[in-house]
């Protein structure tokens, strides 16, 4: 990642870095919650969303310095995930997908609609981060404070999955009721990964709106819940390289096809069946396992 | 009975019809596989869409109708043939992903075969509209409920009284042992899309009328048909028929009497509690987990 600026020939080409850097974010976290925990949320945009304009309400409305009000809107929305968290990560399966999804239209609908406060479906100018009086702008700094993110999210997860906590999710994407039977206890731990991942995607959410300096309720969409999960799920669940790697191709890829707009949805359909069906495991799982049995292979 | 209310009601069995007969399309592909279809909804848009231009061409209204359900039909058997089938066994999320995949590809095909202009449909049998009790009844409306009523009949008399519809149910209570039997798992599974996605045509040539129709419908018309299925429990057929006039019910009556911008809230609002509340759904009942 250090090296990649050597490669980024302009700001344009940091631009794209950056936004993958913030998808990855999200992905790390929602990672944790589908891919290790087995929980299905189709609405973490609703939380991306969230954090997004909490931080730019509080910012632009109110006066907040938004070096203040961008940890006041990540702790709100994970206060928030931790209550509506606690009813629907009973329900299992399609209904945990359905309760989730539901939110974050909830979510998309109360923004676009409460346009005296949100600035309606046409969105809202979002002010830049000052620290002790320097404000945060141009592509170079972003990239580092994003990357240093990034890489801070990624250790966070390993060490969390190799602990305690991380096998006590892994064994209730097993079996849910051999886990509890084992004394795990089920609620608490799901509870904390949705958290955990509410609060990345807020962070993320927040961040992406005070560096691009706008922010609509698009960003909170299903369509956009949907690219994320689509981006855990292209990389690899239970994987968090592979999270990282699946946001980085699905948010070059937009920009790359951006030339054939009318072309754009019937490529990322097209991309999403076709990995699905012939790497349903994932790409960084499924080159995993190339790589190994082709190391295996008597010479 | 006031003219209002009656209104209400009116706008909220039509539009919970058309939820009914897309959930029913949902409850009918996971009964044969366990899937949640994401793309339901673009088989609704398809019903609409290729019923407009059918008409726009100069083909008869009748023959546009019966040419766009059939339309539907051919896709989703395409859908199964080439998406859903060689990824049998997949996780959940995987065949998820598949069948949202399906959706955006439909409806970028939509958009560029048929563009992006939102396109109106030919009532089935005129526009003055009925007056009963103050409130105004468009004769569509009849035509909705109707069609719906003969549709939900002729589903009951397939799956109850003829052996292709009890193979289904068979499937659906336990796949290996209807296997057992001699009964044809892959040629269930083709039947449920081809069933699902003419159901779902066929809801959006009969909505198009009243709501026009354009690519993008089918997002939302496919959420609330999942909504309804959820509501009623996954599944049940009964219940996706009463979630679907549920929802239709608690939307337009929040719509008519709290506030029309957040009509698509109160849907999932109502939702989210019974979710919480009856966690298996109005008909449903709890799965039993085996380890």
Not at chain 1, 150 to 174: C, E, F, K, Y
Not at chain 1, 238 to 253: P, Y
Not at chain 2, 176 to 199: C, D, N, P
Request: proline residues 4%.
């Amino acid at each position: 990642m250090a090296a990649a600026p050597l490669a980024l020939p302009n700001n344009y080409t940091y631009e794209v870095a950056i936004l993958v850097g913030l998808n990855a974010v999200v992905c790390v976290g929602l990672n944790l919650l589908v891919g290790y925990a087995g929980q299905i949320s189709l609405g973490h945009a609703g939380f991306f969303g969230l954090g997004a304009y909490a931080s730019a309400i509080l910012a632009a409305r109110y006066g907040w310095p938004p070096a203040l009000s961008l940890p006041a809107a990540v702790a709100g929305v994970a206060v928030l995930a931790w209550l509506v968290g606690r009813p629907i990560l009973r329900l299992r399966g399609h209904y945990l997908a359905m309760a989730t999804l539901g939110l974050g239209i909830i979510v998309s609908q109360v923004l676009a609609t409460e346009d005296r406060i949100t600035g309606g479906p046409d969105g809202m100018t979002v002010v830049p981060i000052a620290v002790f009086g320097i404000t945060l702008s141009g592509e170079r700094l972003w990239y580092w404070i994003v990357g240093t993110l990034l890489i801070a999210t990624v250790w966070l997860a390993q060490n969390l999955i190799d602990s305690p906590r991380g096998r006590a999710l892994r064994a209730l994407h097993g079996a849910e009721i051999a886990a509890a039977a084992a004394g795990i206890d089920a609620a608490r731990h799901k509870l904390g990964a949705f958290v955990l991942s509410a609060a990345l995607a807020a962070l993320a959410g927040a961040l992406t709106a005070h560096y691009s300096g706008f922010i609509t309720p698009s960003k909170a969409s299903f369509l956009h819940s949907i690219e994320l999960v689509t981006m855990v799920v292209f990389g690899g669940m239970a994987s968090t390289f592979g999270a990282v790697v699946g946001a980085a191709v699905l948010t070059t890829l937009p920009q790359l096809l951006a030339g054939f707009k009318d072309y754009e949805l019937v490529t990322l359909g097209a991309l999403m069946m076709l990995t699905m069906i012939f790497m349903p495991r994932g790409l960084v799982p499924t080159l995993e396992k190339a790589l190994d049995a082709a190391r295996r292979k008597p010479r | 009975m006031s003219a209002q209310l009656l209104q209400s009601l009116f706008s909220g069995l039509t539009v919970g019809a058309i939820y009914a007969l897309v959930a029913l399309g949902f409850a009918i592909i996971y009964n044969a596989s366990r899937i949640i279809n994401f793309a339901q909804g673009e088989f609704v848009m398809i019903g609409g869409m290729a019923a407009a231009v059918f008409v726009d061409a100069g083909l008869p209204l009748p023959l546009s109708i019966v040419a766009a359900v059939g339309l539907g039909m051919l896709v989703g058997l395409l859908l199964e043939k080439l998406a859903v089938e060689p990824a049998r066994g997949a996780p959940v999320v995987t065949l998820i992903i598949i069948t949202i995949g399906a959706s955006i590809l439909l409806r970028g095909l939509a958009a560029l075969v048929w563009d992006k202009k939102i396109r109106p449909l030919p009532a089935f049998s005129g526009e003055a509209p009925l007056m009963i009790g103050g409130a105004t009844l468009l004769p569509q409306t009849l035509w909705v409920l109707g069609t719906t009523l003969a549709a939900v009949a002729a589903l009951w008399w397939f799956f109850n009284r003829t052996l292709s519809g009890k193979a289904m149910l068979a499937v659906s209570h336990n796949r290996l042992a209807a296997q057992l039997v001699g009964i044809s798992v892959r040629r269930v599974l083709l039947v449920s899309f081809g069933l699902s996605a003419a159901l779902g045509a066929l809801a959006g040539a009969l909505i198009a009328p009243i709501s026009f129709t354009a690519w993008d419908v089918g997002v939302m018309l496919g959420l609330k048909g999942f909504a309804a299925a959820m509501l009623g429990g996954i599944g049940s057929g009964p219940g996706a028929v009463a979630g679907g006039l549920a929802l239709g019910l608690i939307e337009a009556l929040g719509a008519g009497y709290l506030s029309s911008a957040y009509k698509d809230v109160f849907a999932f609002v109502v939702l989210l509690a019974a979710l919480v509340f009856l966690p298996n759904g109005l008909a449903g009942h709890g799965p039993a987990e085996r380890v």
